[in-house]
T-cell receptor
Framework: GENVEQHPSTLSVQEGDSAVIKCTYS??????FPWYKQELGKRPQLIID?????GEKKDQRIAVTLNKTAKHFSLHITETQPEDSAVYFC??????????FGAGTRLTVKP | GAGVSQSPSNKVTEKGKDVELRCDPI?????LYWYRQRLGQGLEFLIY????????KSGLPSDRFSAERTGESVSTLTIQRTQQEDSAVYLC????????????FGNGTRLTVT
């Protein structure tokens, strides 16, 4: 099955700086890559996703890049704010089976 | 519209008892997933359903765990003879189609085994 690795496990940045979280996946058939944000005590919520026919996608301060050849994808958050503090999970799926998640990155944005 | 609903939201049970967790997915969502999240940890995949069928049960931690889905709707996750290591939040999610669409999570059931 799919194996997703995520780095770093923790990330601390100053407000206004950028944050980058990286993930790699093992199944070359994977074609859908969502990112979820989980605030303390709450459910994971989708923040952005990308499909394999696209190399980059941006939504305001959040962007995701995908390198299919290298089998890795990254989340970029610019101009970070304290409310961006949360745990972020990447995921990958080949579309005909389950969705596997990375271990998560705890992002702390210091005011 | 209504999101994914899970019940109960909290469950405290004694070691050795059986528990049943329920998930009501978003209407029309054909795929349904169960994950386990221990405190401060990631999302551990348990099982998924495509319609009422669970093609891969290898993610279930032991034979004490079972799950079913009926009517391409409600799903139940049953844990028999609960152990303290079963204590966790059990999250259910549904998606419009398997794989290539976003998962919508419920609020989870927090299970505490004493």
């Amino acid at each position: 099955g799919e194996n997703v690795e995520q780095h770093p496990s923790t990330l601390s940045v100053q407000e206004g700086d950028s944050a980058v979280i990286k993930c790699t996946y093992s199944d070359s058939a994977s074609n859908y890559f969502p990112w979820y944000k989980q605030e303390l005590g709450k459910r994971p919520q989708l923040i952005i996703d990308i499909r394999s026919n696209v190399g980059e996608k941006k939504d305001q301060r959040i962007a995701v890049t995908l390198n299919k050849t290298a089998k890795h994808f990254s989340l970029h958050i610019t101009e970070t704010q304290p409310e961006d503090s949360a745990v972020y999970f990447c995921a990958a799926t080949a579309g005909d089976n389950d969705m596997r998640f990375g271990a998560g990155t705890r992002l702390t944005v210091k005011p | 519209g209504a999101g994914v609903s899970q019940s109960p939201s909290n469950k405290v049970t004694e070691k050795g008892k059986d528990v049943e967790l329920r998930c009501d997915p978003i209407s029309g969502h054909t795929a349904l997933y169960w994950y386990r999240q221990r405190l401060g940890q990631g999302l551990e995949f348990l099982i998924y359903f495509q319609g009422n069928s669970a093609p891969d049960k290898s993610g279930l931690p032991s034979d004490r765990f079972s799950a079913e889905r009926t009517g391409e709707s409600v799903s139940t996750l049953t844990i028999q003879r609960t152990q303290q290591e079963d204590s966790a939040v059990y999250l259910c999610a549904s998606s419009y189609i398997l794989g290539n669409s976003p998962l919508h999570f419920g609020n989870g059931t927090r299970l505490t085994v004493t």
